[in-house]
């Protein structure tokens, strides 16, 4: 699975999961889901996403 895709992967769980959260247990989780959505936004812009630097040093 390349990198890409893992990124994907992981922000389409922790929108999932953070939704669900808040479905089931406090309306404040879709903060999480805000900055989730926010951290997409910008890495498309400025093409630095944390979640891609943290995998390429795992993968090393």
Known sequence: MT???Q???FAG???LLSLSLA???NQNWLW???FVGANLLQS???KICPLEI???K???
Request: aromatic share 16%; net charge positive.
């Open 3 to 5: 990198i890409d895709n």
């Open 7 to 9: 990124v994907r992967a």
């Open 13 to 15: 769980s922790f929108i």
């Open 23 to 25: 479905h089931y247990h």
């Open 32 to 34: 999480f889901t805000a």
């Open 44 to 46: 498309s812009f400025t």
């Open 54 to 56: 943290i995998l390429r």
């Open 58 to 60: 795992v993968e090393k």
